[in-house]
């Protein structure tokens, strides 16, 4: 059948997957391939040809915008009110549902509890990974801090159970013990810090949400269960998932792409998606990949570069848009001055900047260029920043990538994950820099036609570097 979304018509493959119906499906869509309009097309089929009604579709997504637009374009194809969530407002619902009170704790309890604790609470915890407490106004300190809060966020993400720190403890290196003894402890405080406030965290929501869906069930009579970026999911929220199906026993559809999976620092798990069809068995893996935004010869640059990694899913995207030489390697001297004449130099008016790092754009702008709210004021030409990860979904006519040097906080970042984590981390990059290399991936196929890559010559990204080894064919080498 053809079926057309939003005035287009689906093509094979995204028709195919917007018509798969009664059977679990994982949707592996590659970059720039129409996720969300074959998405619109799944519900508009369901709706329209399987008679489900509406509101008996479950469709999650993971942030606000993502939510609002996909609403706005359901809306518009089949003229009916519909309501997308992200996993925070399904829990909250499912809260409201039971009649459980809530007040959402400050993002930096955990931060400012943790301050409290090494400035107030006896030194006898800390004995035997501290000598003294001077370190507590040195960057020693902050290094320290910032390792147990990640910790702590994503024990929660994913395990949240305080008896798994027994698990952790029999598991554990001895020379890793005190420092887990003293993040349990803190852990212990933030939970009754948290009942004493009468408040919970983001993570507590959906734990709570999961727990009362178990015991008590849900009352909405889902039929299917749609979800968008299923990469990005943790434990806790695949958890929340499953629950619902149990309960309603509704088909259950995944999409994503693995080699977009940039957010385990936040608790992401790379490994729900990969092993979608054996925790929801019986499951059907189907494939979007044609890519209306890419060249193709820049998605060959980009798909090959990725692949590189072997516990990438092998999929080959295929683009009918040619640019025999997508990517653009700019040389600089002078970063500040090259920077704007990089800017002056692109014969086009729309122009998304990336970076690794929130601070990155800083470094390259000299005195002619002046940034607000991220947007960077160029004579006749819209120029705007933004790091990677908060580009993902995100496209543009040219894109600029900065910060492609050899050094710790570039792309790829050299900063090591500390060993501690490795208790609450499932699976370390097995292959070098492997969540780096997909980010650098989500940087190049941000662009609808080049990508500048800002190097400067004498201290080039080790990922430039590679690029023009394998890929040299397809690259514009410029000095500035």
């Known amino acids: 059948m053809k079926l057309s979304v939003l005035g287009y018509e689906l093509d094979q493959e995204q028709t195919k997957a917007a018509c798969k119906s009664k059977s679990n499906t994982i949707i592996i869509a590659g970059a720039g391939t129409g996720k969300s309009t074959t998405m619109v097309g799944k519900i508009k089929y369901l709706v329209l040809y399987e008679h489900i009604p509406l509101e008996d579709i479950l469709c999650i997504t993971f942030t606000n915008n993502a939510a609002n637009s996909l609403e706005e374009k359901i809306r518009q194809e089949l003229n009916q009110k519909a309501k997308v969530y992200t996993f925070h407002k399904l829990s909250l619902e499912i809260l409201k549902e039971h009649s459980i009170d809530y007040h959402i704790a400050s993002e930096d309890l955990l931060s400012y509890l943790v301050d409290e604790i090494f400035y107030s609470v006896p030194s006898i915890y800390f004995e035997q990974l501290f000598l003294d407490k001077n370190y507590l106004e040195k960057e020693e300190f902050q290094q320290y801090k910032a390792i147990i809060v990640r910790f ?16 952790i403890f029999k598991k554990a290196k001895k020379r890793d013990l005190p420092m887990l003894k003293i993040i349990k402890k803190i852990y212990e405080m933030y939970i009754l810090e948290k009942e004493a406030t009468g408040t919970i965290d983001f993570d507590d929501m959906i734990y709570m949400a999961t727990k009362l869906v178990n015991q008590n069930g849900i009352v909405k009579h889902y039929q299917y269960i749609i979800v968008d970026e299923y990469q990005d999911t943790s434990q806790v929220r695949e958890q929340l998932v499953q629950a619902i199906r149990n ?16 957010y385990r620092f936040s608790g992401c798990d790379i490994n729900n998606f990969l092993e979608f069809k054996k925790n929801f068995r019986p499951a ?94 160029f004579p006749n030409k819209n120029v705007y920043y933004k790091t990677i990860h908060k580009a993902k979904g995100l496209e543009e006519e040219q894109v600029v990538i900065i910060n492609l040097t050899n050094d710790i906080h570039s792309l790829p970042s050299k900063v090591k994950d500390e060993r501690i984590l490795k208790y609450v981390i499932k699976h370390f990059d097995i292959y070098p820099f492997e969540e780096e290399r997909r980010l650098f991936y989500v940087g190049l196929t941000r662009t609808k036609n080049y990508c500048y890559l ?10 430039v570097q590679e690029l023009i080894k394998n890929y040299r064919e397809y690259i514009s080498i410029i000095n500035l």
């Open 284 to 377: 059907k893996e189907l494939y979007i990949t044609n890519t209306y935004r890419n060249s193709k010869e820049l998605i060959s640059v980009a798909g090959s570069f990725i692949m590189k990694n072997p516990r990438q899913m092998k999929k080959k995207l295929k683009a009918k848009k040619s640019i025999l030489k997508p990517i653009v390697v700019c040389y600089y001297k002078n970063m500040k001055d090259d920077f704007y004449k990089l800017l002056a130099s692109i014969p086009y008016s729309q122009i998304m900047v990336l970076g690794r790092n929130n601070y990155d754009i800083f470094n390259v702008l000299n005195n002619k260029l002046k940034i607000e709210n991220n947007q960077i004021y």
């Open 247 to 262: 309960k309603t026993g509704a088909y259950v559809t995944v999409v994503g792409d693995d080699f977009q999976s940039i």
């Open 152 to 167: 702590i966020r994503l024990f929660i993400s994913n395990y949240y159970d305080i008896q798994y720190f027994d698990k």
């Open 454 to 463: 800002f190097v400067p010559k004498n201290n080039p990204s080790i990922f």
